[in-house]
């Protein structure tokens, strides 16, 4: 069992695959160049699968699989079926734009994987070109209609922004209710990355301008979710991810792994250590010395809304959201 200074257990391992990827959102990497990270800087998927490996018989009992896009990284599935056939009760997710979904989701599903997160934070194709920088509503809806058709489970993260989507949440509520997605409004998180200027919708303000339609109580979290649930007099529920909140970090259970194999501790900062030479020259004991030393050293909490810092200088394509 994996626990950090902070008595919390940590059990949950979001596994960047690329950092590519074929949006360029306002709110993550809008001027970044087309580019990529030459492939023989990033591990394998053997050498991935080895580290899961270690994860896994540390204790991780959820994996994620990010990017950048991971759709983008060819055989994708071949690495979800390495973990899959290692442990098939670890719970196996993906967070992912959809747009290249329609004509992979069931490979995916065939090979192990459970669950997906997507973004939608839209409805309307001429914002979602806004947002993305190019025309992907009308791909990423047939991604998420795939996604359903063949079994897998769906989650949506909006991230509401004033003046350009905010207006849209009751929106993509219905939208998500409608096919049984459960949906997460999360604040924009400020980052040396995204566009500048951007508004961000709180937390409260998603609420209260909810509450003008719907009633509905609050459930709190949800284990280890960064997401306050709240439900609704049919039922649905859905969420609201407020990373500025005080006890936004309070069970914070996860670490994340970049595709050239830095491991990092918080969202938030830029601080990490590499698994990348243990890994490849086999030497195991190794990488879990420093998996170990990195949930050792994982911060409390992160600086957004804090005195010292509002503006994290980490890069989110490199490590999912």
Same mark, same amino acid.
């Given at each position: 069992?994996?626990?950090?200074?902070?008595?919390?257990?940590?059990?949950?391992?979001?596994?960047?695959?690329?950092?590519?990827?074929?949006?360029?959102?306002?709110?993550?990497?809008?001027?970044?160049?087309?580019?990529?990270?030459?492939?023989?800087?990033?591990?394998?998927?053997?050498?991935?699968?080895?580290?899961?490996?270690?994860?896994?018989?540390?204790? %991780?009992?959820?994996?994620?699989?990010?990017?950048?896009?991971? #759709?983008?990284?060819?055989?994708?599935?071949?690495?979800?079926?390495?973990?899959?056939? *290692?442990?098939?009760?670890?719970?196996?997710?993906?967070?992912? !734009?959809?747009?290249?979904?329609?004509?992979?989701?069931?490979?995916?599903?065939?090979?192990?994987?459970?669950?997906?997160?997507?973004?939608?934070?839209?409805?309307?194709?001429?914002?979602?070109?806004?947002?993305?920088?190019?025309?992907?509503?009308? !791909?990423?809806?047939?991604?998420?209609?795939?996604? #359903?058709?063949?079994? #897998?489970?769906?989650?949506?993260?909006?991230?509401?922004?004033?003046?350009?989507?905010?207006?849209?949440?009751?929106?993509?509520?219905?939208?998500?209710?409608?096919?049984?997605?459960? %949906?997460?409004?999360?604040?924009?998180?400020?980052?040396?990355?995204?566009?500048?200027?951007?508004?961000?919708?709180?937390?409260?303000?998603?609420?209260?301008?909810?509450?003008?339609? *719907?009633?509905?109580?609050?459930?709190?979290?949800?284990?280890?979710?960064?997401?306050?649930?709240?439900?609704?007099?049919?039922?649905?529920?859905?969420?609201?991810?407020?990373? *500025?909140?005080?006890?936004?970090?309070?069970?914070?259970?996860?670490?994340? #792994?970049?595709?050239?194999?830095?491991?990092?501790?918080?969202?938030?900062?830029?601080?990490?250590?590499?698994?990348?030479?243990?890994?490849?020259?086999?030497?195991?004991?190794?990488?879990?010395? %420093?998996?170990?030393?990195?949930?050792?050293?994982?911060?409390?909490? !992160?600086?957004?809304?804090?005195?010292?810092?509002?503006?994290?200088?980490?890069?989110?394509?490199?490590?999912?959201?």
């Amino acid at each position: 069992m994996l626990i950090d200074s902070y008595d919390r257990v940590v059990d949950y391992i979001r596994v960047s695959v690329t950092e590519r990827c074929n949006f360029r959102c306002q709110y993550c990497m809008p001027e970044k160049p087309f580019s990529w990270v030459p492939k023989e800087n990033l591990l394998s998927f053997e050498e991935l699968f080895e580290f899961m490996k270690v994860a896994i018989d540390e204790g %991780v009992k959820k994996i994620r699989i990010t990017g950048g896009e991971p #759709l983008l990284r060819e055989d994708l599935d071949k690495f979800i079926k390495m973990i899959y056939d *290692y442990a098939p009760d670890v719970d196996l997710a993906m967070t992912t !734009n959809a747009f290249l979904l329609k004509g992979t989701a069931q490979k995916l599903k065939d090979a192990g994987l459970k669950r997906i997160n997507v973004s939608i934070d839209t409805l309307k194709p001429e914002v979602a070109q806004a947002i993305a920088g190019k025309d992907v509503l009308k !791909n990423v809806l047939e991604g998420v209609d795939e996604a #359903l058709k063949v079994g #897998l489970k769906v989650k949506a993260n909006m991230v509401p922004m004033k003046g350009m989507n905010a207006d849209e949440i009751s929106d993509v509520l219905e939208y998500c209710k409608a096919r049984d997605i459960t %949906v997460r409004f999360i604040e924009y998180m400020e980052n040396a990355y995204a566009k500048a200027g951007i508004s961000k919708l709180s937390g409260q303000e998603a609420l209260d301008e909810l509450s003008k339609k *719907y009633s509905f109580v609050s459930e709190g979290y949800d284990g280890a979710s960064p997401a306050k649930y709240y439900k609704m007099d049919d039922g649905y529920r859905f969420g609201i991810i407020e990373p *500025y909140g005080d006890d936004f970090c309070k069970q914070c259970n996860r670490i994340r #792994l970049t595709a050239e194999g830095q491991l990092i501790p918080c969202l938030y900062f830029d601080e990490a250590m590499s698994i990348a030479e243990s890994v490849k020259r086999g030497d195991i004991k190794g990488a879990a010395a %420093v998996l170990k030393e990195v949930v050792r050293t994982k911060p409390e909490k !992160n600086r957004w809304g804090g005195e010292d810092d509002e503006v994290s200088t980490r890069a989110f394509y490199e490590t999912g959201g």
